[in-house]
């Protein structure tokens, strides 16, 4: 499932002067999802 906030953290993950990312929002709107999501197709290594 494609989800608007994909393309904010792609954008996020591309900066060079990044810093930590904090994800804040109402409950169970698919926060965990889309961060697991993103970590899955964009990095060797999920923790």
Known sequence: MERKIISR????????????????????VGKTFSILEFGKTRYNNLV
Do not use: E, H, M, T
Not at 10 to 28: E, S, V
């Open 9 to 28: 953290l792609d954008a996020w993950k591309a900066d060079p002067r990044r810093k930590p990312l904090i994800i804040q929002g109402a409950r169970q």
